[in-house]
């Protein structure tokens, strides 16, 4: 069982910035890919970013060139860093891991952090 721990989430202006963490405890061995995924009201969850063990990213369009993720291996951590939000940001944002174990991934969730971006 893997657990997962997120903050950062909050309330900001168009053009600000906020920093999302998420924190896995737990059964951690056997963990690839952590990410950030993110569902607005009347839409499907989506991918935002997420990066591998050995550092290779990938982003949604949306988020090339404003949003950068990163991970902590040694505290099996990940991060994302968005800058100059819109209000299209606005959505509930999801730490995702993927671990394998017996040949499976499995996927894990976080319960969500709220952003809400405003004019």
């Known amino acids: 069982q893997v657990q997962l721990v997120e903050s950062g989430g909050g309330l900001v202006q168009a053009g600000g910035s906020l920093r999302l963490s998420c924190a896995a405890s737990?059964?951690?061995?056997?963990?690839?890919?952590m990410g950030w995924y993110r569902q607005a009201p009347g839409k499907q969850r989506e991918l935002v970013a997420d990066?591998?063990?050995?550092?290779?990213?990938n982003y949604a369009d949306f988020a090339k060139g404003r949003f950068t993720i990163s991970r902590d291996n040694a505290k099996t951590a990940v991060y994302l860093q968005m800058n100059t939000l819109q209000t299209e940001d606005t959505a509930v944002y999801y730490c995702?891991?993927?671990?394998?174990?017996?040949?499976?991934?499995?996927?894990?969730w976080g319960q969500g952090t709220q952003v809400t971006v405003s004019s």
């Open positions: 990066i591998r063990t050995g550092a290779m990213t």
């Open positions: 995702n891991v993927k671990r394998s174990r017996v040949g499976i991934i499995i996927d894990y």
């Open positions: 737990g059964s951690t061995l056997g963990i690839n890919v």
